[in-house]
């Protein structure tokens, strides 16, 4: 079983749309990555959590570390956010990160 | 804002022949990783080095893959003899304070 999951898999919204995306997992960790990866691109870092809810711009994620479970929103889409957004969990501190199998977004205009 | 910055950006090499990905990792991070991601696929833990030494490996990481900190600012990743199925983006990353993390933008190795 993978130890990190997403939902959806694949995502297709107008623009201007609220957007979910989802990760649980499975072990117990120390924090827990949200990254975007634009095709054939690099990984860029959007947020770390250990707790509670972060926000930056039109981001915002939150994760329950009871029920192991967080959430990335993306408030009013723009065809820029499209891109495979990709949740990992350190199980420690300095720890490599294990990594979900991402989410496909794409924003149609 | 601080980059990891990794070099070259694509590589093409000849099955059988060895390569060498070089990062740059932050300035003042201390722990270093290299992962891979085949296409289509998930990012995959290849092996982290800490102190000048491996720290932890993945099965990935077999004889042929090895690890190097020169001079104290170049990350290097060695494959002895590439294979095809080595092809695959490579990703450097770095960890400092706190444990934020920060990739690199990847290297894409295509073994002809």
């Known amino acids: 079983k993978n130890e990190v999951e997403q939902s959806p898999q694949n995502l297709t919204a107008q623009e201007g749309e609220f957007i979910t995306i989802n990760c649980s997992y499975s072990?117990?960790?120390?924090?827990l990555h949200w990254l975007q990866q634009h095709p054939g691109g690099g990984i860029v870092s959007l947020f770390m959590?250990?707790?509670g809810k972060k926000k930056h711009g039109r981001l915002i994620a939150t994760i329950n570390i009871q029920e192991k479970h967080s959430s990335l929103h993306i408030t009013a889409s723009h065809p820029r956010d499209s891109a495979v957004y990709i949740c990992a969990v350190a199980k420690a501190s300095y720890d490599k990160v294990i990594f979900g199998p991402g989410t496909s977004l794409s924003v149609i205009p | 804002e601080p980059e990891v910055t990794q070099t070259p950006s694509h590589q093409v090499t000849q099955m059988g022949q060895e390569v060498i990905l070089r990062c740059v990792p932050i300035?003042?991070?201390?722990?270093f990783y290299w992962y891979r991601q085949i296409l289509g696929q998930k990012v995959e833990f290849l092996v982290s080095?800490?102190?000048?030494?491996?720290?932890?490996k993945s099965e990935i990481f077999d004889d042929q893959f090895s690890v190097e900190r020169p001079d104290g600012s170049n990350f290097t990743l060695k494959i002895r003899s590439t294979k095809l199925e080595d092809s695959a983006m490579y990703f450097c990353?770095?960890?400092?304070?706190?444990?934020?993390?920060?990739f690199g933008s990847g290297t894409r190795l295509t073994v002809v």
């Open positions: 080095f800490y102190n000048n030494e491996i720290s932890e």
């Open positions: 300035s003042n991070h201390l722990y």
């Open positions: 990353a770095s960890s400092g304070t706190g444990g934020g993390y920060t």
């Open positions: 959590l250990s707790s």
């Open positions: 072990v117990g960790i120390s924090a």
